[in-house]
Every structure is written in structure tokens, then in C-alpha cells.
């Protein structure tokens, strides 16, 4: 057995034994990370020092996630490591504090190893917008990992790290899960602090984990939840381990299967996969009801005005005045163009434009304020949803991970990829993506479980349950 096969509990217990040491566990996925970084591409800092001073001060503690090595996604702050989320705008950015789950982590005594590769601000869906280069897909290096947490996604299925956070604005923890073969959770809004994630769409991002099993996820999602001053729209939400009603099977649960989620354009092998994980879901004694989501057609058109209006607003303080990168010009107007216009990549630009159109005098009723309101249609077909059933079940995304290049010049071919996991975050909703096969040329697939606000505990007990009976998620890419 290597220590990359390890859970996060066997890690702990394996430091606790005293077996392994949080040093040598560093230095382990550290010397991974040179191996294989080199084929992925995953991080855009790796931090040596930082993670071996923290390893070695570790102390031997209760916490369950003491010692243990852990990767961020670069749109987090961590105070003492560059933050550029991607963009050249942020270049050599050091951020003077950290984000509030980052620090929650810190404090449990997590080792935090390094910062991933994301798309841009987190806009896209395949990692390939990040101004420093793209990330392959441990599973098949010709093929994108997902996004935009995918430096995440990538580092956990390659053994680099045991889990990872990323964000979540529209599919982009869940997504790249999928497309990498582990599981991951996108929160309730709300529910995890967003202080310190550089805001995209503020109303609907949030903190999310990634790891190689629904068992890893829970004791690092339940030590970041909770009310934080530092952000408003924190809720207070203790974690609450839920028992199902019958501990031995997943009798009195009801799985509703929306029919607008299996619907043409999805690839074969994937609508089969996840509607077999749904039989063997019942073969557990769930129950499993068809349902209707009848506005999942509009989350599209709706969650790109949303999310590209309020990228609009939050890019707006990249103004070459503030933060580290400048190009030099005559005038304050020329300072914002100049640098705004070098600067920004491609698909920031492009949202920049759409959501200032969207927002401006004359078109807001008809862009802004529609997608306003058919985002709560979306949110109403949830609550009537959830009225009669506790989770929902689907496929993360209609394929699995694509070729390198081959949404390069069509960016609305690569927004139709999203269609599955916008509408969890237009609605606010928790969503708990997880492995449940493969297709014939040996790429994982995902099937999402969407729950109602603040069922994360549920979706985690019915997570769990499937992967005690299955073992898609212990399946290994064979660059490991
Ligand atoms: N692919 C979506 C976008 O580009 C979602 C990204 C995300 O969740 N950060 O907006």
C-alpha cells in the first residue's frame, strides 16, 4: 500500500500511530508533485518551504486534518503566497491576509502545499483560459481536466495532493471532479465564508472540496462552514452528522430523476452510467421518482448575463492603480485601458463586455432583470422539487472531458457544457458530485446529487452509502 492510497483517515491514523510523520507525508506528495508536475501542469506556486515549516511545527492533536497536505486553488488568498487566479492582471500579487476557510483549515492544522491552476478568474470550464498555460487531465494528458478548478481536480487524481479546494460559480467543483474521476462538493450559498475568493459572481460563488472520496470531503467541508463577520451573506450552519433513517440500507429516501437532464446531445455512455448508479441507488432501497425542472432550459442564457454582470462590477477594481500590475500611459484613461486591455485574457473581456451590456441604461429590464427572474423560476422548480423528494439525481456534465483545443474558437459550444450544473448555483442549492464509471475510451464520469438548502450532511450520507458499494472512486488514472 503507497501513502497515496491512503484516505484522509488513514493518513491521520497513520500520524497518530506515529507510522508517518506530517514532514515525511509533505515530503512525500511533494516529491509527487515534481514527478509528476511536470506531465500535468497543476500548480502555479508550489511552496517547499511553507509546507515543510508548517509540517514540521505539527504538532500531534485531536483535529482530524492535523499534518495533513492540502492544495488551494489560486483564487483563494493564502496570506504569504502569490494569488494571481489566473490572470496577468494579478501577476506576482501577494495577498496581505487569508481566506477565512483557508485559515479555518490553517488552524485545524492542514499544510498548505501550494496553489492551483484555474481558468481566469475562474471563467471557463476547462482550465485552458489561465494565462499561465493549461492542465491536463491526469486520466489522458490530451484531454482538458475541466474547470475551473482544474489544477484541483488534476492534482487530486494524480496522487499530487490528497484533497484540494476549489470554487464553485457555476459547475467549476463539480465539473472537473467529474471529468478527473474524484467527488466533489459545491456548498449552499452561504454556508462556507467567501472572504477572501476573488469575487466573480458574487451571488453565486462559493468554496468548494475536492477529493477522492465523499468520506475525505466531510471532515474538511465541515471545519470551513459556519457564520464569518468578515462576509455577510455567511450563515450561521453547524455541521450535523445526519443518520439515515435506516442505517443499512437507504430505505425512506427519495431520488428524484428530472427528465430535462437526460435529454439528447448527452453523451451515451454517460446517460448510462449514471442511470445505472440511480438503479443501484435503488437496488439500496431508495426510492426513485421521475420529476420535472422545467425551467433548466433557460439556466443557460440566464447564468451567463447573471454571472457576466457582476464580473462586470467585481473586474472593475483591476484598474492598474490598485494591485501590482500597471502598463504605462500618459493619462488615468489611458492607465485603465492600457492595462485592463493587455492584461485581461480573451474570455475576461469578453464577459466584461456582455455583463456591461447587459447592466446598461436601456437593456437592463431586458437582460438583467429577465435572467433575474427566471433565476427564481429555476429556484421555484427546486422547491416544488424538493417537496417530494430529498435529493436529486444527474449526470455533472453531458460528456466527459474533451480534447485540448477543440472548444478554441466556439466559447458558447464550451457554456452549453455547463447546462447540468449552473442551475445548483442559481438556486443556491448544495450539489455533491461523484465517480460512477467510465466511458469506452477510459474517461470518468460524474453524476451529481443536488439537495435542498443546507442538506450537505444528506447528500454526503447517500454518497457515502453508494461508494461503500462501488469502487469507481478508488479507480486510479495510470499515470499513478
Ligand atoms: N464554466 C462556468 C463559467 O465559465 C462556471 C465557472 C465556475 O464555476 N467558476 O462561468
Given at each position: 500500500m503507497k501513502l497515496s492510497d491512503f484516505s484522509l483517515a488513514g493518513l491521520k491514523n497513520s500520524l497518530t500511530s506515529g507510522e508517518t510523520t506530517s514532514t515525511e507525508l509533505t515530503r512525500f506528495y511533494l516529491d509527487r508533485i515534481r514527478q509528476l508536475e511536470p506531465k500535468v501542469n497543476a500548480f502555479l506556486h508550489i511552496d517547499q518551504k511553507y509546507a515543510l515549516t508548517k509540517a514540521e511545527s505539527s504538532k500531534p492533536s485531536d483535529s482530524p486534518l492535523c499534518g495533513i497536505?492540502?492544495?488551494?486553488?489560486?483564487?483563494?488568498?493564502?496570506?504569504?503566497?502569490?494569488?494571481?487566479?489566473?490572470?496577468k492582471i494579478l501577476k506576482d500579487y501577494m495577498p496581505p491576509f487569508t481566506a477565512t476557510a483557508v485559515k479555518k483549515l490553517e488552524d485545524a492544522g492542514m499544510v498548505i502545499i501550494g496553489k492551483t491552476n484555474t481558468d481566469e478568474f475562474a471563467m471557463g470550464s476547462s482550465t485552458e483560459n489561465s494565462a499561465y498555460g493549461l492542465t491536463r487531465n491526469p486520466w489522458n494528458l490530451d484531454r482538458v481536466p475541466g474547470g475551473s478548478s482544474g489544477g484541483s481536480a488534476a492534482a487530486v487524481a494524480a496522487g499530487m495532493v490528497p484533497v484540494a479546494l476549489g470554487s464553485d460559480t457555476g459547475g467549476s467543483v463539480r465539473q472537473p471532479a467529474s471529468y478527473c474521476g474524484i467527488s466533489g462538493i459545491k456548498p449552499t450559498y452561504g454556508r462556507?465564508?467567501?472572504?477572501?475568493?476573488?469575487?466573480?459572481?458574487?451571488?453565486?460563488?462559493?468554496?468548494?472540496?475536492?477529493?477522492?472520496?465523499?468520506?475525505?470531503?466531510?471532515?474538511?467541508?465541515?471545519?470551513?462552514?459556519?457564520?464569518?463577520?468578515?462576509?455577510?451573506?455567511?450563515?450561521?450552519?453547524?455541521?450535523?452528522?445526519?443518520?439515515?433513517?435506516?442505517?443499512?440500507?437507504?430505505?425512506?429516501?427519495?431520488?428524484?430523476?428530472?427528465?430535462?437532464?437526460?435529454?439528447?446531445?448527452t453523451q451515451d455512455e454517460v446517460e448510462s452510467a449514471v442511470r445505472e448508479a440511480i438503479q443501484q441507488l435503488k437496488e439500496l432501497e431508495a426510492e426513485i421518482i421521475p420529476i420535472s425542472l422545467p425551467h433548466t432550459e433557460y439556466a443557460i442564457p440566464a447564468y451567463y448575463i447573471l454571472a457576466s454582470a457582476e464580473a462586470s462590477a467585481n473586474l472593475a477594481r483591476f484598474d492598474g492603480i490598485r494591485y501590482t500590475q500597471r502598463e504605462s500611459a500618459s493619462t488615468l484613461e489611458e492607465v485603465y485601458k492600457k492595462t485592463r486591455g493587455k492584461l485581461f485574457g480573451e474570455e475576461v473581456k469578453r464577459r466584461i463586455m456582455l455583463g456591461t451590456y447587459a447592466l446598461s441604461a436601456g437593456y437592463y429590464d431586458a437582460f438583467y432583470g429577465q435572467a433575474q427572474k427566471v433565476r427564481t423560476l429555476i429556484r421555484r422548480d427546486f422547491e416544488e422539487a424538493f417537496l417530494k423528494v430529498d435529493a436529486i439525481a444527474t449526470p455533472v456534465a453531458p460528456t466527459t472531458a474533451f480534447e485540448i483545443g477543440s472548444h478554441g474558437d466556439d466559447p458558447l459550444s464550451m457554456y452549453l457544457e455547463d447546462i447540468f450544473t449552473l442551475p445548483a448555483n442559481l438556486a443556491g442549492i448544495p450539489s455533491l458530485a461523484l465517480p460512477v464509471g467510465f466511458d469506452d475510451i477510459a474517461m470518468p464520469i460524474g453524476m451529481q446529487l443536488m439537495g435542498a438548502h443546507f442538506s450537505e450532511e444528506l447528500l454526503f450520507d447517500i454518497g457515502k452509502f453508494y461508494q461503500r458499494e462501488t469502487d469507481w472512486h478508488k479507480k486510479k488514472p495510470k499515470i499513478v
Amino acid at each position: 500500500m503507497k501513502l497515496s492510497d491512503f484516505s484522509l483517515a488513514g493518513l491521520k491514523n497513520s500520524l497518530t500511530s506515529g507510522e508517518t510523520t506530517s514532514t515525511e507525508l509533505t515530503r512525500f506528495y511533494l516529491d509527487r508533485i515534481r514527478q509528476l508536475e511536470p506531465k500535468v501542469n497543476a500548480f502555479l506556486h508550489i511552496d517547499q518551504k511553507y509546507a515543510l515549516t508548517k509540517a514540521e511545527s505539527s504538532k500531534p492533536s485531536d483535529s482530524p486534518l492535523c499534518g495533513i497536505p492540502i492544495a488551494v486553488k489560486d483564487v483563494l488568498m493564502v496570506e504569504g503566497m502569490p494569488a494571481t487566479a489566473g490572470s496577468k492582471i494579478l501577476k506576482d500579487y501577494m495577498p496581505p491576509f487569508t481566506a477565512t476557510a483557508v485559515k479555518k483549515l490553517e488552524d485545524a492544522g492542514m499544510v498548505i502545499i501550494g496553489k492551483t491552476n484555474t481558468d481566469e478568474f475562474a471563467m471557463g470550464s476547462s482550465t485552458e483560459n489561465s494565462a499561465y498555460g493549461l492542465t491536463r487531465n491526469p486520466w489522458n494528458l490530451d484531454r482538458v481536466p475541466g474547470g475551473s478548478s482544474g489544477g484541483s481536480a488534476a492534482a487530486v487524481a494524480a496522487g499530487m495532493v490528497p484533497v484540494a479546494l476549489g470554487s464553485d460559480t457555476g459547475g467549476s467543483v463539480r465539473q472537473p471532479a467529474s471529468y478527473c474521476g474524484i467527488s466533489g462538493i459545491k456548498p449552499t450559498y452561504g454556508r462556507v465564508s467567501r472572504y477572501g475568493l476573488s469575487a466573480y459572481g458574487s451571488s453565486l460563488d462559493s468554496i468548494g472540496v475536492l477529493a477522492r472520496s465523499v468520506e475525505d470531503i466531510i471532515p474538511v467541508f465541515k471545519t470551513m462552514v459556519g457564520k464569518d463577520p468578515l462576509d455577510a451573506t455567511s450563515v450561521k450552519s453547524p455541521f450535523t452528522p445526519r443518520k439515515l433513517p435506516n442505517g443499512a440500507s437507504l430505505k425512506g429516501i427519495r431520488i428524484g430523476v428530472p427528465e430535462e437532464y437526460f435529454v439528447e446531445g448527452t453523451q451515451d455512455e454517460v446517460e448510462s452510467a449514471v442511470r445505472e448508479a440511480i438503479q443501484q441507488l435503488k437496488e439500496l432501497e431508495a426510492e426513485i421518482i421521475p420529476i420535472s425542472l422545467p425551467h433548466t432550459e433557460y439556466a443557460i442564457p440566464a447564468y451567463y448575463i447573471l454571472a457576466s454582470a457582476e464580473a462586470s462590477a467585481n473586474l472593475a477594481r483591476f484598474d492598474g492603480i490598485r494591485y501590482t500590475q500597471r502598463e504605462s500611459a500618459s493619462t488615468l484613461e489611458e492607465v485603465y485601458k492600457k492595462t485592463r486591455g493587455k492584461l485581461f485574457g480573451e474570455e475576461v473581456k469578453r464577459r466584461i463586455m456582455l455583463g456591461t451590456y447587459a447592466l446598461s441604461a436601456g437593456y437592463y429590464d431586458a437582460f438583467y432583470g429577465q435572467a433575474q427572474k427566471v433565476r427564481t423560476l429555476i429556484r421555484r422548480d427546486f422547491e416544488e422539487a424538493f417537496l417530494k423528494v430529498d435529493a436529486i439525481a444527474t449526470p455533472v456534465a453531458p460528456t466527459t472531458a474533451f480534447e485540448i483545443g477543440s472548444h478554441g474558437d466556439d466559447p458558447l459550444s464550451m457554456y452549453l457544457e455547463d447546462i447540468f450544473t449552473l442551475p445548483a448555483n442559481l438556486a443556491g442549492i448544495p450539489s455533491l458530485a461523484l465517480p460512477v464509471g467510465f466511458d469506452d475510451i477510459a474517461m470518468p464520469i460524474g453524476m451529481q446529487l443536488m439537495g435542498a438548502h443546507f442538506s450537505e450532511e444528506l447528500l454526503f450520507d447517500i454518497g457515502k452509502f453508494y461508494q461503500r458499494e462501488t469502487d469507481w472512486h478508488k479507480k486510479k488514472p495510470k499515470i499513478v
